[in-house]
Each structure stands twice: as C-alpha cells, then as structure tokens.
C-alpha cells in the first residue's frame, strides 16, 4: 500500500467514525442518565433528515433554516416519545423500557414508510438541500478530503466540549448526574427529574438529527430505515467506548471507524461481510472488558 | 321426470360454474419497501395500468373481472417466499406476478413450484430463476445475454481494458451478472478484479481507495440503483474519471437523483426505453402510460404490465381457472406481443430470447444509446 493510499483510508475512517461518534453520544447520555437502551434513536436520526428535507421541499425553508427547524423538531420528538412511550415505565422493570424501546423503532420505521412512502428520497445540492461548496473536496498530493468531513468532526469536538461542559459544570448537568445515581432521592431535593429527563432526550436527539443530516449530506438519501444500520453502528461505539461515558462514545465510534475501512482496505475480499467486523469488535469488548474502555464499574448496592 | 332431473341438474351445475368464476385471483409480490423499493412501486404502477385497461378475462364467453392481490416483501427473501406461500394458500391466487429482483425471485419461485402455481416475474434476469422449474416464467432477458452483450459494449464502446468490477454479496443477480461479464470479458482478453460489498452499504470509500490504487479505466456495477449512486459519486470524489457501466439494477430515477451529476455518463443495459422500438405495442402504451401518470413509462412498469398480460392470455387460451392448466397454456406462448418486445417460451424454458437497449445518463436524463439484438 502507497503512503498516500493509507492515509486517504485514515481520512476515510475519520470520516466515517465521526458520523459514528455523533450519533453514539445521544445514546450513551440517555444510557447514563435513565439506564436505557434507546433503540429508537437511530429512526430519530433517520426522523431528523427527513425533517430538514421536508423543509426544504415543503415549506421552501432555505438550507440553514430547514437544518435548524430540523434539529428542533427532532428534539422535541425525542421529547415526545420520551413522554408517551417512556415515563409511564419509570418505576417498571428495565426490560419493560427496552422491549417499549424496541416497539418505538419499529413503530417509527413503519409510520415513516406511509407517511413519507418506501422509496429513498434523494438529499443533494442539486434539489436545494444544502449549497454545493458542502460537495467541495480538499486536495492534498493524492490525498482528498471532503468539505462535509471537516465539517463532521469539528462538530464531533465542540459538541463534546459543550456536552462536558453541560454535564459537569452546568446545573442541570449536576441534575442529570444526580438523576443517574438515584431518581427518587433527587426529587426530594427539589428537583424536577422529568424536565431533566425530557432535556436529555432533547440534546440526545438534536445530536442524531445532526448526525442524520451530516450523514446524508455524505451518503446523500433518506428512506424509512436510513438509520437502523447507523444507530446499531453508534450503539456498539458507545458500548465498545464504555456505554454512559460521554468521551468513551466518542471514542468507540471512532475505533469502529477505522477498524471498519481497515479491515475493508487490508482484506479487500471479506468486504462484503464488514458489518460482521462491528459485531466481532463488540464480542471481543465484552469478553475482555464488559464495562467498555472508558466505562466504570458500578457496583450495585444491596 | 327424468328431463326435470336433467335440466335441474344442468342449471345447477351452470349455477356452480358460475359461482366458481365471479373473479380470477391473481397474486402480487413486489418490492414495495426497503431499499430497493423504486423497483416493486414501479412495477406495481405498470400493473395497475394494464388492470385499468384490461380489467377482466374472457372465459366460457363471460367476461371475468381480475382481482390482483399486492403483497409487499420488502425486498427480503425470507419474506418473498412468505408473500409466495400467503398468496397461493390464503387468497388462493392461480397464478403470481413478481417479485423482480433475482434473490426474491428464486425464493418465492420455490414455493410456487413446490405447489404448483404459475409464477411471472418481470424482471428477475438470474438464469437460476427459471431453471429446472416448470411454473416459473419470465417477461424479461437472461443475465448470460446480459453480460455477454454487456463485455461486448465496454470492449468496443468504452475501449476498456482494466475493469473493477463492484460485487454484492448478498444478491444472487449481482454474483451472477458480475460472472458472465467476467467470463465473455476474459474472452476478449480484458483485464478485471473484483471488490465486495453488501446490500445497504452506504460507505464504500475504503473499496474505492483500494480499487482505484490498480488504476481500473471502466467501473462495473452489476448491483442495485442506490448503491450504484452512492459509488459513483464516492468515486467521482476519490478522483475517479474513467467510464462507469452497470446492468438493469441501474434503472430506477433514484439513480439520477440520489446520484445527482456524479451518474452523467453512466451506461446501463435494461429492457425498455420508451423511443426504442420493441413491438407494435410500444407505442400505445407509452402513450397510455404518459396520459395516466404524467411521466414517462419505466422498464420494470413496462415489463410487468407485459406479465399481467402474459397470465391473462394464458387463461384466456387455458379457459381455465386450474393453475396447471394456466401453467401449460405459459409455455406454449408464441409470439406474445408485449410492449417490451416479442415473448415466445422455447419447448421447456420460461426464458424468452429478447432484444436489450443501452441507456446513457445524458444532462440528467436515460438517454437511449442503441438496441442491442441477439
């Protein structure tokens, strides 16, 4: 492999495991927060483009507007389906919430299906969607980056500072930490765990709306189940990062990233199988380290 | 007293006929949803067309009406040989119409064989589809033709020599189509290598990245529109400038606008194209098309409104409603007009021998490019 092969497959990877680690922070907050498995989150991300396309075609929003009106109607759907579908479990047993979690993704998918109809609709600058400059690609020697992945991962970086800075500094980051600990001693505290819980449903799913419009500006289409292979990939990152563990997301959705376009570039002939490669990975995380790399050990009081 | 009996009998037993034949049955499998769902609804478009024109079936001399039953199998196999079985066991259907990629149809045509109910797809090429199996039957050309004519087109047209050649794993019709382009290229002494991915992939900028460090001139595509979309314009970014060719899985307008001026150029063989002249028919229906849904007609509408016209002529000359008999009155078909060029089932095939047209991607536009006969 030439030097600038390998370092055009690095980009690639970056830009992939950028897309990755976006989605994988909205699933590791709602997991540290409420200890659940949101298996809807990547129809909410698959919600997200078709809102900011629908924008566009619809309402004639132009880009920023329909992206922006996209990313608050994403939120307040998680919001939504955190209200309707979730909180009436709170005090269930967990396996309540994860099979409800489950109906809600199949729910989304289907309802998409008729309401928007199976076929992909196609997220390009030629229908207005975004301007063409996004399509612009960097040349380095032999080496070419797209604009789009510039764009990704200093989104990945300054959503994770403000994430860090929510959580740990902000008020109601000391809500959602004390809200992960223990809900009912919270509330004796005067605080209001069910706004805090809508709140982080509201940044958790604004980040897959990001996600979802920055991967369709990539792989430019949208259909009902754009994002069932996407949040599976986001869900193994947060669980290989350490689920719950907001830089451990990160982390894990780039380790998926590359080792995915790696094991593409230097087996080209088990390509066909490199969705089998993300399942191996999490395999090999939980035999050796269930907690995930950056993941702490709970010990559960009796 | 016996002529009472008699007649009794006859007006019961004409009562029964009638009875029986209020409807004819007929089943529908397609691609309704799922990421090849451009196929199945542009299919089902045709049908409906040809429902609307030709609404019943002349049998005993009383016109019939049609029922059609659409099932959607989401463009999995697991699910197509389900539709299959629903379709022949709860509405008891006499004969199927689809699905119309390769790997639906082999496992929907499975259980149609198995119970002996005629099955029509309209654009599943794998000659897999239709061999060693009496009830399935074809409205479309075979993937040998395909490749052969395909490697013939890049070897003269495009001047290829070095070809990689883009394989989905997970489709019967692409392992298949891939292999006669590779066996009839070799022959011309062209040089290829083949890079792997699977149906849904978005990303493919790591095979890109390997396959153009062997500096291929032509990219073969022989999987399905979304996925060729996304490679061109994934190669295009990579610095790709060669010639892009793919098969019939190409046609579908999602190609051009997934893939937007990343496609232009592109050369795709398929089955229809409405200035080409396949038939008598063609005319007609491009007019009837135009006038019911505003747009131009597309392959896969075009060829299966010829398979709801092949099953309907079949009942007509079985004069029956007993799918063996429907079946044996399939085979015997010759020189069925379709819209998409002349059917004639040879003695113990369902594969009929029909002209391809290659179709360019022209300022956003299928242009067609030439008709190629066998």
């Not at chain 1, 579908?85 to 269930?92: D, V």
């Not at chain 1, 604009?147 to 200093?154: E, N, R, W």
């Amino acid at each position: 492999m030439r030097l600038s092969d390998f370092v055009q497959h690095l980009i690639n990877a970056f830009s992939l495991g950028g897309i990755y680690a976006l989605i994988a922070i909205g699933y590791t907050m709602v997991y540290g927060i409420l200890r659940l498995i949101n298996f809807a989150h990547g129809d909410i991300f698959t919600y997200g483009i078709y809102f900011a396309f629908y924008g566009v075609t619809l309402f004639m929003f132009p880009w920023w507007l329909s992206f922006i009106t996209a990313i608050f109607f994403t939120a307040f759907l998680g919001a939504l389906i955190e209200r309707i579908a979730y909180r009436p479990l709170r005090n269930a047993p967990r396996i309540s919430a994860l099979i409800t979690a489950i109906g809600v993704s199949f729910f989304l998918q289907n309802f998409a299906t008729v309401v928007f109809g199976g076929r992909a609709k196609s997220f390009n600058p030629q229908t207005g969607m975004y301007p063409v400059y996004f399509l612009k690609i960097l040349k380095l020697g032999d080496v070419r980056i797209r604009l789009v992945t510039l764009i990704t991962l200093s989104i990945v970086a300054v959503s994770l500072l403000v994430l860090v800075w929510i959580v740990y500094k902000s008020k109601v980051g000391m809500a959602m930490r004390a809200i992960s600990k223990d809900i009912p001693t919270t509330r004796l505290m005067g605080v209001n765990a069910d706004r805090i819980i809508s709140y982080t449903f509201m940044i958790g799913s604004s980040l897959a709306a990001i996600g979802g419009i920055l991967w369709a500006m990539t792989y430019p289409q949208v259909y009902p189940y754009t994002g069932m292979v996407p949040g599976l990939k986001a869900f193994i990152s947060a669980v290989v990062g350490g689920i719950g563990s907001i830089p451990g997301a990160m982390l894990g959705g780039f380790i998926l990233g590359v080792s995915e376009i790696m094991i593409v570039a230097l087996f080209p002939s088990i390509a066909g199988y490199r969705d089998a490669i993300a399942y191996v990975i999490l395999i090999f995380v939980l035999l050796v380290r269930p907690t995930g790399i950056l993941g702490v050990e709970v010990s559960e009081k009796v | 007293m016996r002529r009472f009996f008699l007649v009794v009998l006859m007006v019961s037993a004409a009562l029964m006929f009638a009875a029986e034949v209020t409807e004819v049955r007929i089943g529908a499998g397609w691609e309704m949803t799922g990421p090849i769902a451009g196929f199945g609804q542009m299919s089902w478009d045709g049908v409906k067309l040809a429902m609307k024109l030709r609404p019943t079936v002349n049998i005993g001399g009383k016109d019939v009406p049609v029922k059609v039953i659409l099932l959607d199998n989401k463009g999995d196999k697991a699910e197509a040989a389900n539709v299959a079985r629903r379709l022949i066991d709860m509405e008891k259907v006499v004969a199927i119409l689809g699905p119309c990629t390769s790997s639906c149809a082999l496992a929907a045509g499975a259980i149609a064989e198995q119970k002996q109910v005629p099955l029509v797809t309209n654009t599943a090429t794998n000659p897999l589809v239709t061999q060693n199996r009496r009830f399935i039957f074809r409205a479309c050309f075979v993937d040998t033709l395909q490749g052969e004519l395909l490697a013939k087109f890049a070897w003269e047209e495009f001047k290829s020599r070095k070809v990689a050649i883009f394989v989905d794993v997970a489709q019967d019709y692409v392992v298949g189509l891939a292999n006669y382009f590779k066996r009839a290229f070799a022959k011309f002494g062209g040089k290829f290598f083949e890079v792997y991915y699977n149906t849904g992939d978005q990303d493919f900028s790591a095979q890109l990245t390997y396959a153009l460090a062997q500096n291929p001139d032509t990219i073969f595509l022989p999987g399905y529109y979304a996925e060729i979309a996304l490679i061109c314009k994934q190669a295009r970014e990579l610095g790709f400038t060669g010639n892009f060719l793919a098969g019939d899985g190409a046609d579908a307008p999602e190609l051009i606008q997934i893939g937007g001026k990343f496609v232009e150029g592109l050369c795709y063989t398929t089955y229809f194209h409405q200035d080409a002249d396949l038939s008598p028919k063609t005319k007609p229906f491009v007019e009837a098309y135009v006038k019911e849904y505003n747009r131009r007609p597309d392959a896969f509408g075009a060829l299966a409104f010829d398979a709801y016209n092949l099953v309907l002529d079949a009942i007509e000359r079985a004069q029956s409603l007993d799918p063996v008999a429907i079946r044996d009155a399939l085979a015997a078909t010759k020189d069925f007009a379709g819209v998409a060029g002349m059917i004639s089932f040879p003695p113990d095939s369902g594969d009929p021998v029909k002209p391809a047209v290659i179709i360019e991607i022209k300022g956003g536009k299928p242009e067609l490019k030439t008709v190629v006969r066998p």
